[in-house]
């Protein structure tokens, strides 16, 4: 287990069947492609897609027999009772997954890059930077990945006793131009990245409060 500020994890109960949901990196990467990214996502869930809705809990369920159980107790239930289940902690678990945006630097200079590229930088991350295993990297969340390098960018720092007061450009040396030591500071003390459009999923919440 990673030491992590907080646990990024949802859970969905119906009756006596409950499962576990993470915002993998894996399962980030799987669903970022399923309807051509994350706001063709946002629209079917927002039209309460079936598929949509299954995808997102078997790829990042935690267990994957209680995954298939829970599925297994809602099939025939009437929509308006699968919806009452489902739709407040898929909705939680699509903030978990859009908790890191894949645009935005704090060096104006840089260009915007795609989530895949992301993922596949924050990929590189884990099991270069951080020597996790390629399991543990996949099992983790993106925003565990972030915290973690940003602790690991303060250790190198502070071995080699060097501050963005005393080095602008320090905050511009890791490998992975979207994560600079500012913005991951900026995204810790948020809870959020600020450049990322959010948009979509207000328009999930809306309708979903309704």
Not at 57 to 80: F, M, N, P
Not at 113 to 134: D, H, K, N
Not at 154 to 180: C, F, M, N
Not at 186 to 205: N, T, V
Request: proline content about 5%; glycine content about 6%; charged content about 20%.
């Amino acid at each position: 287990m990673h030491p992590l500020a907080h646990i990024e994890e949802v859970t969905v109960r119906h009756g006596p069947h409950f499962v576990v949901l993470r915002p993998s990196l894996r399962a980030a990467v799987t669903l970022e492609r399923l309807h051509g990214g994350w706001e063709g996502l946002l629209l079917r869930l927002s039209q309460f897609h079936m598929t949509t809705m299954w995808a997102l809990i078997r790829s990042s369920a935690v267990r994957h027999k209680a995954a298939e159980a829970l599925l297994a107790s809602l099939a025939d239930l009437t929509l308006a009772k699968i919806e009452a289940a489902l739709a407040a902690p898929l909705r939680e678990l699509c903030e978990l997954f859009l908790g890191i945006s894949s645009t935005g630097n704090s060096d104006a200079r840089a260009e915007p890059i795609s989530w895949p590229e992301a993922y596949a930088q924050l990929y590189s991350l884990g099991t270069g930077w951080l020597s996790w295993t390629p399991a543990d990297t996949w099992a983790a969340t993106p925003n565990e990945i972030t915290q973690a390098f940003a602790g690991k960018v303060a250790q190198l720092k502070a071995i080699q006793g060097v501050s963005d007061e005393t080095d602008p450009a320090a905050s511009r040396s890791d490998p992975v131009g979207i994560y600079t030591s500012d913005r991951l500071r900026e995204i810790e003390e948020l809870g959020h990245d600020p450049a990322f459009d959010r948009d979509a999923l207000r328009a999930l919440k809306a309708r979903h409060n309704a």
